[in-house]
DNA sequence: CGTAAAATGAGAATTATTATCAAGTTTTGA
DNA sequence: TCAAAACTTGATAATAATTCTCATTTTACG
């Protein structure tokens, strides 16, 4: 991966502002300060850097999607009433892939846990 | 919700034919015998038995949606090589709703676990 | 039956994302 | 250093999946 400014942009919009943004999101960030960053530049980098293993894209949400530039393995929560997603830590779910290859006999790389509920503030 | 002869049509396909297949899958499935079956009725219908708890729009596999008519607890492997989705058993996460509730405080309503990696045929 | 509510088909519209491609930028190495 | 190769960009077209619109048809029920 050769250095471009935009993806410098593109990654510090991601790592300094928002948690969990879409990319429309990141974009309407970016734009104040670098309208000159298009927006497929923004999809090119996101999905780079995410192939590249330094951001992550969050699957199991619906479209569109969010990431994320935390990369260690921990999973979501996402509200039904605000929309916010918020972080799990991936104890709720230990030995849960050894436990699945076991079962399976599948190989597993991968894999993501979604919650949907109510978070704190949207329980009262 | 009204009785329909198309709405009976797609959910039949869903049950009879294939397992977690696409919308577009579905309609293919039912154009051969019900050609007058529309699209929009087809995505209609399954939003509608998906919101009344008759089948299960599987989340958490990126677009295009895949549904399910086993609407007991389970989890889904979905094979990067062949694109199959096969279902895994929920015990291999037990208490996971509970340990995420006491962890974040949030009232978790669903959830969904995808997992993904090579399947047993992929592997050899 | 008669009518209100629900459902339909056809296609337009929308949303998120990816592809195209000519022009600009970065890296490489002779 | 400098030119060629490789990479990246912006603008916009294209695509894919899904939802919306609306005039017409079907269903439920008093």
Redesign the interface.
């Known amino acids: 991966m050769n250095y471009s400014k935009q993806r410098e942009v593109v990654l510090d919009a991601l790592i300094n502002n928002v948690i969990h943004p879409t990319a429309e999101k990141l974009y309407s960030i970016i734009q104040i300060e670098y309208p000159e960053v298009s927006k497929a530049t923004l999809y090119r980098n996101l999905n780079q850097l995410a192939e590249a293993g330094i951001i992550k894209k969050i699957?199991?949400?619906?479209?569109p999607a969010h990431f994320d530039h935390n990369t260690h393995p921990h999973?979501h929560?996402i509200?039904?009433k605000c929309g916010r997603v918020?972080d799990?830590?991936s104890?709720?779910?230990k030995d849960?892939?050894s436990?699945?290859e076991e079962?399976?006999?599948?190989?597993?790389?991968?894999?993501?846990?979604?919650?949907?509920?109510?978070?704190?503030d949207c329980?009262e």
Chains 1, 2 share one sequence.
């Open positions: 699957d199991g949400l619906e479209a999973y929560f509200c039904e918020f799990v830590s104890d709720v779910a849960v892939v436990k699945t079962e399976t006999g599948f190989k597993v790389t991968s894999h993501e846990i979604v919650f949907k509920g109510l978070c704190k329980q």
